[in-house]
Structures are given as C-alpha cells and as structure tokens.
C-alpha cells in the first residue's frame, strides 16, 4: 500500500512519485492551500495539496486530525524561506496526486502533538493506542525492543539458551503476595502465577541445560506504591559450573553492549566493585548512586565522650552510628533550605538534622564555624570532625546520630537528593557491583532471621562455620548491579547441596513439614547430582526506564495498570458470572 | 572451571590438558581400569581412572551414575579396536590426572542412557529434571530456541518489534474458557489470562506501531484433549497498511528461512494455495495433508437417480455429498483391513465405507469389479466413477455418502490414513495456505451464525453485500497455513471500520449492550483513525514438535502439564489457605 515511510523522504527523493501511509498529525490551510503533517512510526513529513487538482483538494478539505491516509506524490523543495531545519524530513514536501482516506476519525480526547499539556494519566491509559501515537511512546517503545533484542542476541551467542517456564503454577518463595487462578478440573485448588521462574531456573540447571535465560513475565500482588505493577518483566539468566567473577564479568560485558548498541554509550571497564559493609559505610545505602560525589564519614568514636546526649547517645550504642557528611559550598544553604533538609529526613525516622557551616576555619578556627550544637562540642571533636571530613571554607557539614539503620536512610537519602539539588552530581552512567552481603537481617518485629536475598543463596564458600557461630555475620554470595542509584539487578550463587539447603531453612525457622511442602520437589531435586550454579535477574521496565530517562515505569509498558491496579482502557478486573464462579467451585464472600 | 565442553574434544585436542565438568552418564569397570561417560550439554567423552594414580583412583571408585564431576585430564587416542565410530568424541579418550566430586546422586529414579526403556510419563514429569537430562530432551529444547531466535531475528530484521500485552486483563473473545484470577484491590473481580493478544496487536495498530510481533504466552481453560495445555505459546503477528498476499509473502519467507537455518530444508518459493472450497472438496479438510496424493471425486450427479439409497438419499441432498476416494493397489486389501477401516470412519459418524475393488476392468470391464454394491449401480453410475476416480487394475474405490460435514471428516481422515499406512505418502514437507474461508458457518445447536474464525475478521472486499444477502455465501480474508495436515497458523485481514464491525456483531446475534460490555474499547477505538491491518499467528509448540518429530507438545515444553491439567513436580494446583481467599473475599463451594 505505501512505497516508503513518512520520515525517510528527503531530497534524494527529489521529483520522485512516491506512496505513503499514515496519520493526519496536523492540517493547515494557507493561501488557499491545504497543507498536511502526515504521520507514521518513522516520523512526520509535509504533504499539499493543491487547488489546482479539484478532485483530491476537496477530499482533503474533509480530512481532519487523525484521519488516516494513504497518499501518492511528487517529492519536491519546499519554497525558500519555509525549510524546517528542526525536522528530519524539513527541506522537502510532498505534492498530492493521490488520495484515498482510509478512515476517518473523531476528534481524539487527548492531544497529539508537541504542544500537548500533560494529560491526566488515568485519560492516556483508557486512550492508551492514541497516547502511544505520540512520537515520544513510539520511540520509548522502541527503545524497549531495541534493548530486548540486543540482550537475547548477545546471550543467544553466548551460548544461553532462551526456556519458557509456567506461568501457571505453585507459589514461589519471594514473600510478597501471589496472584492465584482457580483451578476447574481441580476444585478447590489454585495455581499460582509466579513471582519469578527462581525455581525453574535452578530446575533448568539441574536439568543440564547449562546457560538459560528467560525474559519472563512476573507477578506481585503487592500493595502498589509509586512505581510498581501487577505483572513486570524480569531478564532472568542462570548458568552452571560457573562462580560469581566469572557471571558478573559476563553480565557486566552483556550491559557494555546494551549501552554501546542502543545508546552510543560506553560504560567503564571493568564496573567498580563495592562489598555492602563499605556501600553502607560510605554511602548508607545498598544502591549507591555514584554520580554524586559525596560520602558519609563516621565521627562516632569522636562522639563517645561528649555532652552532648544527641551524639554520645548513638555514638555509645553498639547499634547506633553518629555519622557526617560534608556539602562543599554549603554554607550558603538558607535557613529554610537546611529546614526542608531537616523535614526531609524525618521521613526516614531521623529526629533532627544537626550541621555545622564552615565560614572562615582556615583564618578563625572554631570562631569561624556557625552551628547551634558548636557549645556541646568539645575542641578535639570538632578538630576530628573537620580534618576526617576534609571541610574547608564555604563548606556545611550535617550530621546523622540515631540507629545505624535510621542514620544511613536518612543520611544516604539527604546525600543523593543534595547532590542532585545542588548541582554537585555527575551527568554520567555510574554502574557498580555490590557484592559480599550478609546472608540474613534480624526482622525486628518477629526476631527472627530474614535472608537478605532469597532462601536459595549460597553462603560464602568460607562462611560456612559462621551459619552456626554467628548467622548475622554470615557473607553470602550475591551480587546486585546498581545504575545511577537504581538496582538494575540482583543475584547469586544458589545453594547446591542439599543439607546447606536444610540448614538454611532451620536457620530461617521454616520447619521441615513447612520446606517439603512448599520446596519438596527442590530439596529432593537436590538429591540427585545438582551442578554448582548461579543467575542474575534485570527488572526489564526498569532498565528501559533509565535509558529511556522515562519518568516512570508505566511509560515503557504498552498497557500498564493504574495504581490501583486496574486498566482504564479494557475495564480489568471485572464482575464475572455467576455460572463462571459455579463451574470454579467459588462463592463470592461479602465485604464491608 | 572448565575449559571445554564435553562434547565437542576431538583428535585435535590430543595431548592437550583440558578441565571438564559433567554428570556421570555410566561407569564401567574393565581390565582394573575405570571408564566413565562424562556428559554435558554438548554430549559425552569418555574419561579414563587409571589405577596408576592411586588417590584419583580411590575417588573414582565411588562414583555413580550421575554424579557431577569436575575433570582434569589428558587427550590421547583411544586404544585401536576401542574406537567408537557412532560417537563424536569415540576416537579418543581423557585420561584424568585430577579429579572433583562437585555432588553425589542417590540412583536416579528413571533410566537416562539411550536403552532406556519408555518410562511412564508422569514419572517422567514428576522428575522432569531428570528426564530433561536425557540427549533427545535437550535437543529437543535446544531446537526450540533455535526456532524462537531465528523467528526474532527475521522479524526483527523485516522492522517488527516485539512488544508485550498483559498477562492480567479481561476476557478475550475465543470462546473457550478463560483462566480467571481474583483481585484483592477490587474483591468480587476478576482479570482473566488471554486466550490469545487478538485484540491487543489490534489496539497497537491502531497505535500506529505499524509491525508488532510478540512470542506470546496464551491460556485457555479447556477440557484438556490429547494434546493441549492449559498454557501454550503462539508466536503473534500484526502488520499496519497491508494486504493478505503482501503479509502471506512475507510469512512464508520467514518460514522458508526457519526451516533453512534450523533443518536445512528447502521449502518450495511459493507455498502452494488452496481456496477452502477446493480444500473441502479435494481433501475433505481444511488442513490437507499433502504428503498424500490421495483425493476425493465428487459422483454426486452420478449416483442421483441409482436405486441404491445408501448413495442416493445424500445424492438429493442439497446437504449431502457422495464421493469416491480411489486407493492405488488398494485391491490387495483383506477383508479385515477393509473391516479396520470401517471401523475407524465411523469415529466420524460415517455409518459405512463402500468399496469396489478393481480387479480386472481392462479386460473385463464390470465383470472384473468385486463389490457389494455393485448390483445397486447401474452401468452409467461404474462408468462414470472409474472414468473420474482413473481407477486401474489392482486399485480400489472406497466411497463416502452422507451429510457432507460427514463425509469430509470421514474420507479426509481415511485418506490421510490410508496414505500413510500404505506407504503412498511422501516423506517431505509440503506447506499450503488455505484461502478464502467462508466468514461464518451454521451452529447446527443454537442454528445461529458463528465466525470461522473470530469476529474482527474482515470480509472480502466484494463479499460486503453477501453479509446481508446470504451470509454462508460470504468469503473472509482470512488465510491459514497447514504444514503436513497441522494448522501452523492462522490469521486474517481484520476489520478496520466500525460500521463493518457493528455489523459483523449484530449478524452473529451479540447484543448491542454484551457488544459494548465485551469489546466496547475496541470499538471505541475503531471511531479514532484505526488503520488498515491484519495478522497470523502460529503455534510454536506445534511447530517446533512438528521439526523435532516429537511425539507430543508435551515433548517440546521443559515444564508441561498432565493432561488433567496438573504439574506432578511442584504439585501445582494446591490447596492454599483460608486466610488468602479471604483476602480475595472468596469461599469455596461444597462440590459434590
């Protein structure tokens, strides 16, 4: 039906007649002429039509926003002064010999082009198929299936092989909610949809089948907060005979080439490594976000001894942390913007947001330091603070004294969003590794221990005696990618022997009647000649969010849910009958 | 921690050191010296124990079969008189200077060398990763993946781009059982799992993302036949601004390329077409088998005025047919084979299978007929069989009188039969595309129209006034692709205005209200500038059972189903607990 794409024509189609399909993106009448952008996957380009040929000007005097259009003309140069440098397609037109309106439509509810405001999302997800026409979902979708087919490539001739595992099937042990599907042959009973083929794919590697990846659909049934979805896409990689250097370094040559192909960007080589004791330390987080330059600086043995009870009280808990973090040039910080540093901590449980400002050290000494706790500091623990946080003249140091949990959310936090408030944050891609993790954190409700990753890791090949003597100091043998901040993600060396396996389970207080029951089949799996393996796992949308410097994941999803979980363009969920709910064995229950 | 696979050490590696990891695919012990077949993904090589190394040695006295080793060795050649020339490693052997035990197998539960005898399935399922271990399933597995990346490859290269639809959505229109999931957020609603992205790859159309493409997982909660699953794979197509020759011309290359890079096979440029009518009346099917160069002779008009009414009644049917299949030396066939053969048509509802044996026509014309019911035929009716069936000595004539759904069903399935137990069929791969289906055909239960395919089908662009006149009469755009007597695929140009669509709706009897409660969206969309467009999509696990010549789809899938639906590895569906289906505001009913 058509010879090219609106976006490929230019002047090397000059006086060539050519055929051309798509959509109407915007008409403009102008001395008696009619002239149109006419739109398809690849771009816009401008189409006239002429007085002169009666018959087709006043078909195109009927076509409006939208319609859709198949096209036949002449490729020519626009007239001087009417070149549009900003468009691909900008030196050239098309003049109309041919026109056939495809369809019509009705005037669209939400705008198309350029100019549109920003529309109400709930309105862009019911007219989802015309919020992707606009140029920039095109080109995130794009993007999306750039990314996934230079990832299969590059693990296609690694010699991974691409397995479908069920969607329907039994619960997975991730600990979120699973979305469960009645089963009518067996009533009463219920698949599960899986939060992650994790079992499947160690299945695949007791299978023999060596390398498997997988972009594979998942499903949480979560309470959804900013940025989640019911279901998600996850690159799920898993490969036997195998150890964490040797995974990391082809996970990391797999991301090289995913920046290099789809983005022209090349990433360092080899990425750097951080172990999590060190992540938390400098950065109070597990997922640091290395463009910003600033770091956390324990001060809590220089604390221990003040009267200052904010401090010395932290600084004297074997779980507190008394903790600084130097702002160059934040002296100039207002009083309000230290205020708003200060509320903005809160949230993570800090109660304060102690500071000192550095006007004039180097000529003045403490005389030239400003802060409302400088009194219950004595000399040396101001001179520690100021040499170990290199703080020089201009500069604002704040302060973290709390849990050490509370102090490294609060502090990781105020470090990342003031890097990027006050201009201090590189523009750049930063990946880094996040290795040697613990195995387990003490759930401070149940006191209990609670795997960091998921029951399946492996320990450490020397920490085996620590699963007895000291759990909580027991390393495991995961590793999480992290980009600018955001987990790209995460994975491990499995357990391969069974009896480490049980151990775990006891470690994790999972009775023995509870492991058969929901990981019978793997604790017996394991039984018969399991290969050391281990895998990876990418959140897909995630990753093509941060290329694509979408605001959201919704964004590069076709048709995501709302937050409530529903979909605006097809009405799920919906009421079902009642004969559908017979022939599944169910009964609505009433809720108030 | 290795350096090689297994299989692929060869003469070139004599002399060379090389680190192998494997399962142990069988011990013997022979001459005090121990041989093991150490197999990976890649096949086996033989590894010698020499008693020689004493503490190697001792190691090797515990193994067992498939335990998972880790070898170091030296290449040499095996002894003369050992070599194997049925193996691709048979010429030489490793002998080991080092060996790891990495994990110890109790004795697997089903056998994994080649004489393995057929195991039961459900065992087999039930250890699936045991029996994925087995050559033939990872081959199987492996081809599978070929399949999928050559298919991406191809698509991706023609500007397809693969893009993903919910998983979680509303019922979709195919008519067979949806898969329902429960929401929590929304309690008393349900999603269902798609059948097929049908209406989704239609939204994405209208979206204008002009070539979509997705390896799709589809669900359908049927009674399960032979070989279905509750879970299934189609690799889904759809293309903006095309036609059906342009869209089946681009398919059969893809299909040419597919089989080419995986099979190499030559498949015929073009695939042969066949209007359904001349399918039915041919074949008696609309998936012909064309290995088999059987075909159905209508006689009809010959048997109209015959005394015998076995032939005649049909023959005064507009409903019925008579027709004449002639079976090449078919003469030879006893009594009991002719028995058999009745037997098996009256799977079909046919309450009988005529025949004439053709023994001696050349020179005895009638009198060299042997046949029941050759007094009920006059001469005109013989004459006219043998001269249209061109039946010759030593040929029989079987024929099919009934309704003509019967007889389609009956003699098609008898000549598929018939040519491959009588070795008549070839051993080739002989694709069709059926054309020019009829739009609806009659539910003879509720005598209302159905769609033969599914209702966003478009009719042929002349067959418009038929939809009022005389709907049996009109021709679809739809096209579907038969390889061998199995449906590859099967799509169709789709409707694309909505008074089309509005109309098709009224014509099948769905109400304006369920119209709008069902496909409401779409048809919504239809009002906004959708776009000419249509689509295929085909079976992959068909396909890839049909290029593996695998038994069952079961055979090409790592984790499949039993046919009542169940997985006997994970125990999927289960019995979950009371307090998640309250949370889903759900109860179970009492089933009897």
């Not at 003040?306 to 004297?316: E, R, S």
């Not at 969003?417 to 590794?433: F, M, N, S, Y």
Request: proline letters at 6%; hydrophobic letters at 40%; aromatic letters at 8%.
């Amino acid at each position: 039906m058509r010879s090219h794409y609106c976006g490929t024509i230019d002047t090397g189609f000059i006086d060539q007649t050519i055929e051309l399909c798509g959509w109407v993106h915007r008409r403009r009448d102008h001395g008696g002429v009619i002239f149109v952008d006419l739109r398809d996957r690849s771009g816009l380009v401008q189409v006239v039509f002429d007085p002169d040929r009666a018959e087709i000007f006043t078909q195109a005097e009927r076509i409006r926003s939208e319609y859709v259009l198949r096209v036949e003309g002449r490729v020519r140069h626009r007239p001087e002064g009417t070149v549009n440098p900003e468009m691909p397609t900008g030196e050239i037109e098309v003049l109309a010999t041919g026109l056939e309106v495809l369809n019509a439509s009705e005037t669209p509810p939400i705008q198309l082009d350029e100019y549109h405001a920003d529309v109400n999302e709930e309105l862009r997800l019911r007219y989802r198929y015309l919020d992707l026409r606009r140029p920039e979902m095109q080109q995130r979708l794009r993007t999306r299936a750039q990314v996934t087919s230079t990832l299969r490539r590059f693990l296609d001739d690694q010699g991974f092989l691409d397995i479908e595992t069920p969607i329907l099937t039994k619960s997975t042990p991730e600990g979120a909610r699973d979305y469960l599907v009645p089963s009518r042959v067996h009533p009463g009973e219920f698949y599960a949809l899986p939060q992650s083929p994790q079992l499947f794919k160690q299945l695949l590697m007791m299978s023999g089948m060596d390398r498997y990846y997988q972009i594979a659909r998942c499903f949480r049934d979560e309470d959804l907060r900013a940025d989640r979805q019911p279901e998600f896409t996850q690159l799920d990689i898993e490969a036997s005979f195998i150890d964490e250097a040797e995974l990391t370094a082809l996970m990391e040559r797999m991301i090289r080439e995913l920046f290099r192909e789809v983005l022209s960007v090349e990433l360092p080589d080899p990425f750097p490594r951080l172990t999590y004791d060190e992540a938390m330390q400098r950065y109070g987080s597990d997922r640091p976000d290395l463009r910003v330059p600033l770091e956390l600086v324990d001060v809590k043995d220089l604390m221990q001894d003040v009267d200052f009870k904010v401090f010395a009280g932290p600084a004297n808990d074997p779980n507190g942390r008394v903790a600084a973090l130097r702002v160059p040039e934040g002296a100039k910080l207002s009083r309000k913007e230290i205020d708003e540093y200060t509320k903005y901590v809160g949230i993570f449980g800090a109660r304060g947001l102690a500071y000192i400002k550095v006007n004039d050290w180097a000529t003045k000494g403490r005389e030239g330091l400003q802060s409302p706790i400088l009194k219950n500091l004595p000399d040396a623990a101001v001179d520690g603070v100021m040499e170990r946080t290199g703080a020089v003249d201009g500069d604002l140091i704040f302060f973290g004294a709390d849990k050490t949990r509370v102090v490294n959310e609060a502090l990781g936090a105020l470090r990342v969003k003031l890097g990027h408030e006050r201009g201090l944050a590189e523009d750049a891609w930063r990946p880094v590794w996040v290795v040697d993790f613990p195995m387990f954190e003490r759930d401070e409700k149940t006191d209990r221990w609670q795997a960091l990753h998921h029951p399946f890791t492996a320990p450490g090949e020397d920490q085996l005696e620590l699963l007895a003597s000291n759990p909580g100091a027991c390393k495991s043998r995961a590793y999480d990618l992290v980009l600018n901040g955001t987990e790209l993600g995460g994975g491990s060396i499995r357990i391969h022997r069974e009896e480490v396996q049980r151990r775990i389970f006891e470690l994790l207080q999972i009775s023995e009647e509870d492991a058969n029951d929901r990981f019978g089949f793997l604790l017996t799996a394991l039984k018969f000649g399991c290969p050391p393996h281990g895998g990876i796992a990418f959140g897909l949308d995630r990753l093509v969010m941060l290329m694509t410097a979408s605001p959201s994941i919704r964004d590069v999803m076709a048709f995501p849910k709302t937050q409530a979980a529903a979909c605006p363009l097809t009405g799920a969920p919906a009421a079902v009958d009642q004969a559908q709910l017979k022939e599944l064995a169910l009964r609505l229950r009433a809720t108030s």
